[in-house]
């Protein structure tokens, strides 16, 4: 191995390190949410109807997702025009603070609806931020990457997707198994939302410390940066928009529906223990985090299109017959079903930010991946556990959210015949 390998290993390896610390900030807040929903629903809508208020709940869990795309033009410009080691910094800190903020909420029942209509604020507030972290971190990471394992590198993004979520379950279980029921719906639901305080302390130091990435740096040196990369992105990369938003609404659907639905699913219809389910996620996301640099390795030696089109395949063949194991009212095949059903999600995530990350010229990657990502993940993400949720009040029928996943994926992997092959190509 010749020794100039060696810086750029080092780089690549402090670049995927950054990015999937604050990855992991961003998917805990929201997995926190998702996982507690039905304990801070009735806090914040109170009603006689249990499915109304998580439904109000979810919904305002949606509207996060509804300023992505805001955050994702704004931020995704600025990581364009100033670089994204700042961005990075700016969003992590951002989305931190606001996590923190909703365990300092008042409730309704001190605040009325000064409540909810708080929530609704702050919730808008981390949406902002998060439209421009995952995003900016897989553009990092690609553009710090040696030639060949982008693939491989660029899997670490997700890895911290998965990281967040596991530890939001897991801070979730530990805090429903330590306290009562009736302290956790005093006050200890707060817990889980103040612990991002020292996560965000620890992520935002060790992006402190990263360079920025190389192929921003050597862009510089020929052209200066966009005013303006939105028109830029609207005016050549129309069809690169599309492709990226059609394929990341299947990850975000197979994330969100897979993990934070399935949760509600377990435990407000199912009716298993909250505090077993929730160990069940975290069990599984740790599970699922350590495949994925495997799959986004195999990525960069058959192609990104092969291995995606492995998991959305995966998805489709999957949660049906695996939402049917859960509904036994047995905890072990509960736990089998959803670690068998949990197993495309490392495959789709690991792949699908390097790809996107690849559609861009390096001038506009984070404004371009920003933009049409977070439509994806507002459609995939921030609707679906509230439309899987409306299904079955609307129908009795437990498995009808399932249909949303597998229409999803189907969308997905039909993309992926129409995406060009990008493993071997440079980033330009």
């Keep these: 191995m010749p020794p100039a390998s060696l810086p750029a290993k080092h780089v690549a390896r402090k670049a995927a390190t950054a990015a999937a610390v604050g990855t992991a900030i961003e998917y805990y807040e929201f997995g926190v949410y998702g996982y507690m929903a039905a304990v801070i629903g009735p806090l914040f809508f109170p009603s006689d109807n249990p499915t109304a208020a998580l439904l109000s709940i979810l919904a305002i869990f949606g509207s996060a997702f509804l300023m992505r795309p805001v955050g994702g033009i704004v931020l995704g410009r600025l990581g364009d025009k100033l670089g994204r080691r700042a961005i990075l910094l700016v969003t992590v800190i951002g989305m931190g603070v606001a996590t923190a903020v909703i365990g300092l909420l008042p409730t309704a029942a001190s605040a009325g609806v000064f409540a909810p209509a708080a929530l609704l604020v702050v919730r808008l507030v981390q949406g902002f931020f998060s439209g421009a972290e995952v995003t900016g971190a897989a553009a990092y990471v690609a553009e710090s990457a040696p030639h060949g394992r982008r693939g491989f590198y660029g899997a670490f993004t997700p890895v911290g997707v998965a990281l967040g979520g596991a530890l939001a379950a897991a801070v979730c279980g530990l805090t429903t198994a330590a306290i009562s029921s009736s302290q956790l719906h005093d006050w200890g639901w707060r817990i889980p939302f103040l612990a991002a305080v020292p996560l965000v302390l620890i992520s935002a130091y060790v992006r402190k ?144 930010y390097p790809t996107y990350a690849e ?21 995939g993400g921030g609707v679906t556990p509230y439309i899987a949720t409306a299904l079955i009040g609307k129908t009795g029928n437990l498995l009808s959210p399932a249909f949303l996943l597998v229409g999803a994926a189907a969308i997905g992997l039909l993309t992926l015949s129409r995406t060009r092959e990008t493993a071997d190509s440079s980033l330009l």
Excluded: C
């Design 209 to 352: 410390r990263v360079e920025e990435s190389v192929a921003f740096k050597k862009t510089l040196e020929h052209s200066e940066p966009l005013k303006a990369p939105l028109n830029e992105v609207f005016a050549h990369h129309r069809a690169a928009m599309l492709k990226v938003f059609l394929i990341s609404f299947g990850q975000n659907a197979g994330y969100w529906v897979g993990f934070v639905f399935m949760t509600i699913y377990m435990t407000t219809y199912l009716k298993y223990d909250k505090t077993s389910v929730y160990w069940i996620m975290s069990i599984v996301s740790m599970s699922m985090a350590v495949l994925m640099p495997l799959w986004g390795g195999l990525s960069d030696r058959i192609g990104r299109r092969r291995v995606l089109a492995i998991g959305f395949v995966g998805y489709i063949v999957l949660v049906f017959p695996m939402m049917m194991l859960m509904n036994h009212q047995n905890l072990a095949l509960a736990f089998l079903a959803m670690f068998i059903v949990a197993l495309p999600m490392p495959v789709v995530q690991s792949v699908g």
């Design 359 to 379: 559609q861009f010229p390096t001038r506009v990657r984070h404004t371009g991946m920003a933009f049409s990502f977070n439509f994806g993940a507002m459609l």
